[in-house]
């Protein structure tokens, strides 16, 4: 069966420092993998999507930057980190040809 | 650009109710829509995926159904515990668009026995 790890599970950062999450899966091959940001009293909101190795597309343009550097890992980064990028990450994958997605069990950011 | 809205945003209900819980869009040309569940501090757990050809999926309890022409998907979930107790969210994926979902804001279910 297929899991999904992310970590940490939770981190406190002041202001300007970088930041490093990451996200692997399990139990499959190529799949599609998904970044999103909950942030609080607000719906989920797609950052990052990849459908391969090296191949990253955003969704919007902010402060974070996405990398997959192997086929089943996904990393979220920054450079400067800033008090607005605080909230909870949610890492997710589907299969190629699939559209349902699994979620990891998130990532709470304190940006302080 | 797809809006996805969930009504009530919190909602209380006896334990052996049933729950119904709805998701409007705005845009009819979805590709497919999922219905997930998320306690408090942790990530979502998928419950029922209903393709754009589809009208409706089943799973123990819970039944969702899907009516694109009207926008709209509801999910019923029968003989409510407490151990439902969480937030439930839809998400919808455009034809042109596919895999990235638009997620409504929750609906907060508390289960109280």
């Known amino acids: 069966s297929q899991t999904i790890h992310q970590w940490p599970a939770t981190l406190v950062q002041p202001v300007g420092s970088p930041l490093s999450l990451e996200c692997t899966v399990e139990g499959t091959s190529n799949p599609n993998l998904y970044w999103y940001r909950q942030a609080a009293g607000r719906g989920l909101q797609l950052l990052f999507y990849s459908v391969g190795i090296g191949q990253i597309s955003s969704e919007v343009p902010q402060n974070l930057s996405a990398s997959r550097p192997q086929d089943r890992q996904f990393i979220l980064s920054s450079k400067k980190l800033l008090l607005s990028d605080s909230g909870f990450y949610l890492c997710?994958?589907?299969?190629?040809?699939?559209?349902?997605?699994?979620f990891g069990p998130g990532t709470r950011l304190t940006v302080l | 650009k797809q809006e996805v809205t969930q009504i009530p945003a919190a909602l209380s209900v006896p334990e052996g109710e049933n729950l119904v819980l709805n998701c409007s869009f705005t845009?009819?040309?979805?590709?497919?829509l999922q219905w997930f569940r998320q306690d408090p501090g942790k990530g979502l757990t998928s419950l029922l995926l209903?393709?754009?050809?589809?009208r409706e999926q089943t799973s123990g309890r819970l039944n969702a159904s899907l009516d694109k022409s009207s926008g709209r998907s509801t999910l019923y979930i029968a003989a409510s515990q407490p151990g439902d107790s969480a937030t439930y969210l839809c998400?919808?994926?455009?034809?042109?668009?596919?895999?990235?979902?638009?997620f409504g804001a929750g609906t907060q279910v508390v289960v109280t026995p």
């Open positions: 209903i393709q754009s050809s589809q």
């Open positions: 998400a919808v994926s455009r034809t042109d668009s596919w895999g990235k979902f638009q």
């Open positions: 997710a994958w589907s299969i190629v040809g699939g559209d349902e997605q699994f």
């Open positions: 845009d009819s040309a979805i590709y497919n």
